[in-house]
């Protein structure tokens, strides 16, 4: 099965700072790949597919890029209501496996 | 608007059998463009996928519960179900339900990203 681990684990940036996630694949995994955001307390909601596909919605400071096995998150300008944990999901074939997370907070 | 719900005990014995419902409104669970999923979140935790339905019964499941999961669907209610049996305290998690995306190659099915994904319920693992 294919793994998934994401870096870093968690990270502290000032509002206004640019934000990068990175998310990797054990094995080539296309571009099948989605990001969700997890506030605290509450349901995960889908950003990105497609490894850059931007979700209706979600604001454009959020954006995605890579394909095979290294995938990021950018965030151009870190906001207070980004407060969360990130997770990276590889899609198309099962298991259906999520990263371990990226939480992210506001030095 | 698609609405999912998760509705069962929030205890449940240790050796006994972990049963949720996922209640679907607003959209048809028989949908031939879709699959319904169960994911789960231990306290504290990242998110793991437990397993998927189709509306003709098809299921993938994860190999690493795959010996104690039963999914399974009614289309007359639009509701699918997840049984998880001789749990222990680390199946102590929050459950939820999801809809994803189906695309068919020949005879291969892809399935696709969570697009909407029910409030989860907390089920507790104790004596």
């Known amino acids: 099965d294919i793994q998934m681990t994401q870096s870093p684990s968690s990270l502290s940036a000032s509002v206004g700072d640019r934000v990068t996630i990175t998310c990797r694949a054990s094995?080539?995994?296309?571009?099948?790949l989605a990001w969700y955001q997890q506030k605290p307390g509450k349901v995960p909601k889908l950003l990105i597919y497609?490894?850059?596909t931007l979700q209706s919605g979600v604001p454009s400071r959020f954006s995605g890029s890579g394909s095979g096995t290294d995938f990021t998150l950018t965030i151009s300008s870190l906001q207070p209501e980004d407060v969360a944990t990130y997770y990276c999901q590889k899609y198309k074939s099962a298991p259906f496996t999520f990263g371990p997370g990226t939480k992210v907070d506001i030095k | 608007q698609l609405q999912l719900q998760e509705s069962g005990p929030g205890l449940v014995k240790p050796s006994e059998t972990l049963s949720l419902t996922c209640t679907v409104s607003?959209?048809?669970?028989?949908?031939?463009?879709?699959?319904w999923g169960w994911i789960r979140q231990p306290p504290g935790k990242g998110l793991e996928w437990i397993g998927s339905i189709y509306y003709s019964g098809s299921t993938y499941y994860n190999p690493s519960l795959k010996s104690r999961v039963t999914i399974s669907v009614d289309t007359s209610k639009n509701q699918f179900s997840l049984k998880l049996s001789s749990v222990t305290a680390a199946d102590t998690a929050v459950y939820y339900c999801?809809?994803?995306?189906?695309?068919?190659?020949?005879?291969?099915?892809?399935?696709?990203?969570?697009?909407?994904w029910g409030q989860g319920t907390l089920v507790t693992v104790s004596s």
């Open positions: 607003g959209g048809s669970i028989s949908s031939s463009s879709y699959y």
């Open positions: 094995q080539g995994i296309s571009n099948y």
């Open positions: 497609a490894a850059s």
């Open positions: 999801a809809r994803h995306l189906r695309a068919v190659r020949g005879l291969i099915t892809d399935l696709y990203y969570f697009d909407y």
